[in-house]
């Protein structure tokens, strides 16, 4: 039996109840509509796609844990002050992005922005860039299924030979050496950069930190590209995070 039916059941024996004991009628209600709310909102998280977290009831109920208890982190992922401007950066200066800064899903896992419209051909070069630049680079990157991502995408990662790599990129455990992916359901990336650029991204509306605190303050996540314009913004980003991870200007 389904998750979705247990709840279900449940709902039914708490009306049912309240039915015989009108007393409980108003905390049957408030658990019928908290209920409904917890099927509803599984749904959704389930149906949009889950990223690095099981795609089951567990792995909800993890990412609603995390949702609470790091409720506190969301001001500061929009604020690059909370960023120590401490290191080089490797991005030009980049403009403000038009219109602002892309609306944000509820959901703490996965971190995802709401669709905004994108040119065809802006999404095909968005969706190619990782592979493009392993083609390009191969003494430089190998494509792994992304870690931080469940393995459903593909990841940009650094050769463990290379000998230029970054002393934090390398003994980092959370990333384990990987610089970026992008995420095809609604064509945001998360990126792994300089503290001082990820200030610099994050001053000028083209992304945030990522969701969990514990992750480092430079993996961002930077917002969905909307023409072509704006994807050579976002491979400045990429560019960017990949000369200073790997000390290689590309």
Known sequence: MSAI???????????ASAKAEPLYS?????????????????RAW??????????????????TYFRIIYAYHIPSQTNYKTISPEGQ?????IPPRAGGRAKIMPRILPQRQFVE??????RDRLMNLVRRLVNEHPELFELRPSRTEGGTVD???????????????????????E??????????????????????????GWGQRFCLPKAPTGWIMVYA??????????????????HWATGVAI
Request: charge should be neutral; proline fraction near 6%.
């Open 26 to 42: 108003g905390l049957a209600a408030v658990v019928a509509l908290i209920s409904g709310w917890l099927v509803n909102d599984y």
């Open 225 to 242: 590209p909307r023409n072509s314009s704006e994807m050579d913004i976002v491979e400045d980003i990429v560019k960017a995070a990949v």
């Open 155 to 177: 990841g940009l990662y650094i050769r463990d030979e290379v000998t230029t790599m970054n002393s934090e990129v390398r003994g980092d455990p959370i990333l384990k050496k």
């Open 117 to 122: 419209p994108i040119d065809p051909s802006t």
């Open 5 to 15: 039916m247990i709840a279900n059941k449940f709902v039914e024996r708490i009306v």
């Open 46 to 63: 389930k149906a949009f796609g889950t990223g690095g977290t099981q795609p089951n009831v567990l792995g909800y109920c993890r990412m």
């Open 89 to 93: 950066s490797y991005l030009k200066t």
């Open 179 to 204: 610089i970026a992916h992008s995420h095809p359901s609604e064509n945001s990336l998360h990126v792994w950069v300089s503290n001082p650029d990820a200030r610099k991204i994050i001053e000028a």
